[in-house]
């Protein structure tokens, strides 16, 4: 298994082309069960998780192919040969729960493994089981699977989630566009993605108001067709290189993402004394110093995402005073705390909050990728680290960062893939 191994000391400068959203293709690449025919999408992430939903899909009967500058897709959509998402498949993205919606809208019946992905805690699927009862659906728990069947089209209802979630509402979104009748979802989530979903919908036929807000009303249809259509950028991407950038002192212009998607983390990022603005062609991201403190709470979106919680405190751990980062989001997501200190940084866990007590020295050690947005943190903390730093366990950030070594060293970074230990 390769490892990332990163010299520090190097300040980042320069362009880089920030990826399509891993977060917003892989439940478009599901919608495609909706409706027979061949749909091309483009701007799509060469990642592991991308690759996974693609073996699942042609594992369900899917034609599922790459073109050579591996960024589009083609899917041709015909009746499913299998309506089962298997655990081997499932266990390696918690994502792929997203093909429940789509088989048991259009075919009456889905089995699927319950899912598997980052080890950052507890993350139920009861709102989506919840919000298929409620629309007909009879659901069954065997064996580590839930099967849904229904024995006729799903209907339209009102379904109000506890929480916001965004797979729950995106898996209930694509069921609905083929239910019988009106599906209002309440409390829905807001991300950027799921307004993306709603898009795509659309353009396929569906009929969805309000995706992106707390309240979507899908208006089902009989059938929807094929779509050709490019993903947004990866806010999650831009926002792990603008945090780059700030850590090292550097100048760095994200290339092909709008100030808006990011706003909840260019504010934070402005707070600690780094330069964010909008200009033709990207964002521009200039770090200064000295970096200064800065508190943060994780919330749903349009809040600040818990996706980009250990990026911020590596740049907290660079701060000149004490920062108190609170996650609110997942319950086991300060793993990379205990590899951070293993480096030199100053941290104290206490529940739900961690407070990082900087500036810290950090140095270059082995470090292991607990998790995808983990091991982003400790690549950003082997930039600024004295010395030498090998990221272990690289496929974490496979599943969500396209190169991520190639984009670093085009920026200056002193960082390169190694074979690992066999």
């Known amino acids: 298994m390769d490892n990332i191994r990163i010299e520090g000391g190097s300040t980042l400068s320069g362009r880089v082309a920030i990826s399509g959203a891993k977060n917003a293709a892989l439940p478009i690449l599901a919608a495609a069960i909706l409706g027979d025919g061949e749909s091309t999408i ?61 088989l048991v809208a259009r075919y009456g019946r889905a089995r699927v493994s319950l899912p598997g992905g980052c080890a950052i805690g507890a993350r139920p699927i009861d709102q989506h089981l919840k919000g298929l009862e409620a629309m007909g659906a009879k659901i069954e728990l065997e064996h580590g699977y839930v099967i849904a069947s229904t024995s006729g089209p799903l209907r339209g209802a009102e379904v109000v989630f506890d929480v916001p979630t965004v797979t729950g509402t995106e898996n209930l979104m694509m069921a609905a566009a083929l239910a019988r009748g009106r599906t209002t979802l309440v409390n829905a989530a807001r991300e950027p993605e799921v307004e993306e979903l709603g898009r795509v ?38 926002g792990t290189f603008a945090v780059a950038a700030a850590a090292t002192g550097g100048d760095v212009l994200l290339a092909g993402i709008s100030i808006e998607p990011i706003e909840a983390i260019a504010h934070k990022l402005r707070r600690a004394g780094v330069e964010v603005r909008s200009e033709e062609g990207g964002v521009r991201v200039r770090g200064h110093r000295p970096i200064r403190p800065t508190n943060l709470t994780t919330e749903p979106h349009p809040g600040f995402p818990t996706d980009m919680q250990a990026q911020l405190m590596v740049l907290m751990c660079l701060a000149e005073g004490t920062s108190v980062i609170t996650e609110t989001i997942f319950e086991n997501r300060f793993m990379h705390v205990a590899e951070l200190q293993r480096m030199g940084a100053t941290i104290e866990v206490r ?66 893939r190694v074979p690992g230990a066999a």
Do not use: F, W
């Open 42 to 102: 483009r701007n799509v992430p060469d990642l592991r998780d991308i690759g996974t939903m693609a073996r699942l899909l042609r594992h369900l009967g899917l034609d599922v192919s790459r073109r050579d500058d591996h960024h589009v897709l083609d899917i041709v959509a015909r009746p499913v040969a299998h309506d089962d998402a298997p655990y081997e498949l499932v266990k390696q993205m918690r994502a792929s729960v997203l093909v429940l919606g789509p």
């Open 201 to 238: 919908l659309n353009k396929m036929g569906g009929h969805v108001e309000g995706a992106g807000t707390d309240t979507v009303i899908i208006e089902g249809r009989e059938g929807l067709h094929p779509v050709d259509h490019a993903i947004i950028p990866d806010r999650i991407e831009a």
């Open 351 to 416: 529940g739900r909050s961690a407070i990082v007590r900087g500036p810290c020295v950090l140095n270059g050690a082995p470090v292991m990728a607990t998790d995808l947005r983990a091991s982003a943190s400790l690549v950003i903390a082997g930039l600024v680290a004295r010395g030498t730093t090998d990221v272990l366990r690289v496929y974490h950030i496979d599943r969500g960062y396209e190169r991520i070594e190639e984009k670093l060293a085009a920026l200056g970074a002193a960082v390169r």
